[in-house]
């Protein structure tokens, strides 16, 4: 069994590489950019029309205030990348936001932005795919037929991919990426030219339509809300962003220079792409409504609502559809690059998550398995968890869109803010100390765009609250003190461990228990009893016997019998059980001899099987299991596991077993005269 499982996972995964292979792993400028950057370029695939469905729930009219929202959400973009390539130089180890709050901020402001962090890289996961799966649904009915669940296998298959390690998932991920690029900034380019150039007009499938209003008659702050609700959806494009801090360890050296070159260049096109797709919209007449209300709310050119049966293509969808036509071939590229793009984009939180949760785990806030890298050196398990969070979130959401876009960004801005607000501190800390008048300088530019994002990023983040609260950030407000407390809680846990088992100075090692009580349990006579008798006489305790249980009375005096009929020099206890318990009188006498010497150890060997297939652990071993179980809580009790190898799990044929028929055994009594020797000549 060992040998198939150890087959797929070389299949899956890959062989395993070894530790000094790590730097083989590290990605030049050009596979990092789509590796950290899908995320944030991938958003305008949907962040240009939630500004446009937002602001629908007032009429068409509102469309007006798109271009000053989308201008809002670049400045806030330039803020955030400007700040961010302070951090990757100040702070290259990889830790981002987490690292430069906990430095500056201390530790619970670290652990807010953690918590903030690892619930915002699950739901680009869950976000990103169910997106992806709506592109892909409106052409294929079986995919949007079962959404949840094609969504989950995508989702599997990229934790694949990811387990693979770090250069071949982006080496995987460059080329879609870059397709999606070329392919978006193909379209803008074109449809610049078609307008500006050309002057020719362009029509979106949607453009004839109009939007009945929900709302009509909005007071001035109704209708700032509205505009902020609006701005907010649209700062969903800044999503991603802080993942390139996080992962500056991946970057080959000079690792800050790269990342912040990387950094600067995905802000640039992700701004250009953004600006470019909602510039598009409005020429080309699009209208975007919310999928609930788009059978009555969106109307044809008649009056008459498009009805149930009408399917609202995505925004790029229908830019494309104006710039190239439906049904061209450019049409279909960009279609399906876009799809692609956002399946993709959850690479991104594949890459920070569990990075970041093998910093945590090394700060002792999360198990310190998610600190221990796999086979192919890439931190495996943070992967699987961040896997089973983003799959249980498409579950329970049922991969909509809208649903999971109303938790999103929350935790991201709560990140930013407390991220530029460390760096101040950061700045101003290294002032007092430093005197080269060149680096005064660029540190008081540094500062200031570290304040000036701070502020930015504050406002956002009172604006995210307020708007999207009511409509299921809440969930994430509660979510992220849930996982706050929950690291407390294990960094508690591992500094008890630590304090408990640290050793002070009245320790003394040497110290030794009195006696050490040894006792074999035993079930019937056969090959593994023997072994265990031998080995445990071989370790020379003070006191040995060989314990059974009496079940059956008639079995018990069977043993008992052949017991001293085999002359076996070891005294055979047998313990009553009127209610066919096993475990129980075990544990009882057990304690009735560390009662009786506290100051010695009792050592318990227990006989055990060794089989070789996965259904037949099944049918052995487990009452051993349950009784090591017990007794590991009992202080002052040593549980030793004497196994006895069946032919099932022999590896190596014909190898002779010890005491194995045909090996040569000495009599117990010339053992026996040699052992009382041995003792006479040491006193």
Not at 39 to 64: H, K, M, N, R
Not at 165 to 189: D, N, W
Not at 395 to 410: E, K
Request: some cysteine.
């Amino acid at each position: 069994m060992a040998k198939v499982t150890d087959l797929v996972k070389r299949l899956l995964v890959g062989r395993a590489l070894r530790s000094g292979q790590l730097h083989e792993q590290l990605l030049p400028k050009r596979i990092a950019l789509p590796v950290f950057a899908s995320d944030a370029l991938s958003s305008v695939a949907y962040a240009p029309q939630e500004i446009l469905v937002i602001l629908s729930l007032a009429g068409v009219s509102f469309y007006a205030y798109s271009p000053w929202v989308a201008i809002a959400v670049i400045i806030v973009m330039l803020t955030v990348v400007a700040s961010y390539r302070q951090n990757v130089h100040a702070y290259p180890s990889g830790g981002g936001d987490y690292e430069v709050a906990n430095t500056n901020l201390g530790k619970n402001a670290g652990l807010t932005v953690a918590s903030a962090l690892l619930v915002d890289y699950v739901l680009t996961v869950a976000v990103s795919v169910a997106n992806g799966v709506d592109y892909v649904g409106a052409t294929i009915p079986f995919v949007a037929q079962h959404k949840p669940a094609v969504a989950i296998g995508i989702v599997v298959l990229l934790t694949v991919i990811n387990l693979r390690g770090i250069r071949e998932s982006g080496a995987a991920f460059a080329i879609p990426t870059y397709a999606f690029m070329i392919a978006v900034l193909g379209l803008i380019a074109w449809g610049g030219i078609r307008l500006l150039v050309l002057g020719e007009r362009m029509e979106a499938p949607s453009a004839g339509f109009t939007i009945e209003p929900e709302q009509t008659n909005l007071t001035a702050f109704a209708a700032a809300f509205l505009v902020l609700r609006a701005f907010s959806s649209g700062c969903a494009a800044l999503t991603g962003v802080e993942a390139i801090s996080n992962g500056v360890p991946a970057f080959r050296k000079p690792k800050s220079k790269n990342a912040a070159t990387t950094l600067l260049m995905m802000g640039l096109i992700a701004i250009t792409m953004f600006g470019g797709i909602i510039a598009l919209a409005l020429a080309s007449g699009v209208r975007m409504a919310e999928p609930s209300v788009v059978a009555h709310d969106l109307l044809r050119p008649d009056g008459t609502p498009v009805g149930p049966g009408y399917h609202q293509q995505p925004i790029i969808s229908q830019v494309a559809d104006a710039v190239f036509g439906g049904g061209s071939l450019m049409f279909i590229v960009i279609s399906a690059v876009t799809a692609l793009i956002l399946f993709l984009a959850a690479n991104t939180a594949f890459n920070g998550f569990p990075v970041l949760g093998s910093i945590l785990a090394q700060d002792r806030y999360l198990p310190r398995q998610l600190h221990t890298r796999g086979d192919r050196l890439a931190f495996s398990n943070g992967i699987i968890i961040l896997a089973l969070g983003a799959c249980l979130l498409l579950w329970g959401f049922d991969a909509d869109v809208s649903r999971l876009l109303n938790l999103y960004i929350v935790g991201v801005f709560v990140s930013f803010t407390l991220s530029q607000t460390g760096m101040v501190i950061h700045w101003t800390r290294h002032l007092k100390t430093e005197t080269d008048p060149r680096v005064r300088h660029q540190m008081h530019r540094s500062r200031a765009i570290n304040f000036f994002g701070g502020i930015m990023t504050g406002l956002v983040l009172i604006v995210v609250l307020l708007t999207k609260f009511l409509v299921g950030a809440w969930i994430v407000v509660i979510a992220m003190p849930i996982l706050f407390l929950m690291m407390k809680g294990i960094r508690h846990h591992y500094d008890n461990v630590a304090a408990e088992l640290a050793i002070t100075e009245d320790y003394e090692p040497t110290m030794l228990p009195a006696r050490n009580h040894a006792i074999v349990l035993v079930s019937k006579i056969h090959k593994p009893t023997m072994r265990a008798l031998a080995y445990a006489r071989a370790t020379r305790p003070s006191t040995l016997e060989a314990v059974t249980v009496g079940v059956e009375g008639d079995e018990a005096r069977k043993l008992q019998e052949e017991w001293e009929r085999r002359a076996i020099p070891v005294p055979l206890k047998m313990l009553d059980s009127p209610y066919r318990e096993i475990t129980q009188p075990i544990l009882d006498y057990v304690k009735h001899l560390r009662r009786r010497s506290p100051r010695d150890v009792v050592t318990v060997f227990i006989p055990e099987y060794v089989v070789g297939h996965w259904w037949e652990h099944l049918l052995h071993n487990q009452s051993a299991l349950r009784l090591k179980a017990r007794l590991l809580f009992k202080p002052g009790v040593m549980v030793t596991s004497v196994p006895w190898q069946l032919h099932s799990s022999d590896r190596l044929k014909g190898r002779p077993e010890p005491f194995a028929p045909g090996s040569v055994r000495r009599p117990w009594h010339e053992t026996v005269k040699e052992e009382e020797g041995q003792q006479i000549r040491t006193r």
